[in-house]
Nanobody
Framework: QVRLVESGGGLVQPGESLRLACIVPDIIWITSTMAWYRQTRGEQRQLVATLDGEDRTYHTDAVKGRFTISRDIPKRTVYLQMNSLKSEDTAVYYC???????WGQGTQVTVSS
């Protein structure tokens, strides 16, 4: 069974930072297009950021300048560095292999004072 394993979620106060990590099964995955999505209760899952095989990144306007997607190929890990967190960033964050179509299990991020 294919597994993408996420970690790094938690409870933080507004203005603080978190770094999410997603380990993928094989090195060929980490060099393909990877993405982070997030979902709040009652809403559809929304794209947050993507990183393709040529190191091109996309960040949705809501997180641009605050979040950064990156990867460490030897560690088979894709990251989402989240700075200056806001309450509206509260969601379950999911890692996805856009190329292969597999999702992680999700990690909860809660931003609250």
């Amino acid at each position: 069974q294919v597994r993408l394993v996420e970690s790094g979620g938690g409870l933080v106060q507004p203005g603080e930072s978190l770094r999410l990590a997603c380990i993928v099964p094989d090195i060929i995955w980490i060099t393909s297009t990877m993405a982070w999505y997030r979902q709040t209760r009652g809403e559809q899952r929304q794209l947050v950021a993507t990183l393709d095989g040529e190191d091109r990144t996309y960040h949705t306007d809501a997180v641009k300048g605050r979040f950064t997607i990156s990867r460490d190929i030897p560690k088979r890990t894709v990251y989402l560095q989240m700075n200056s967190l806001k309450s509206e960033d509260t969601a379950v964050y999911y890692c996805k292999s856009d190329t292969y179509g597999f999702w992680g299990q999700g990690t909860q991020v809660t931003v609250s004072s």
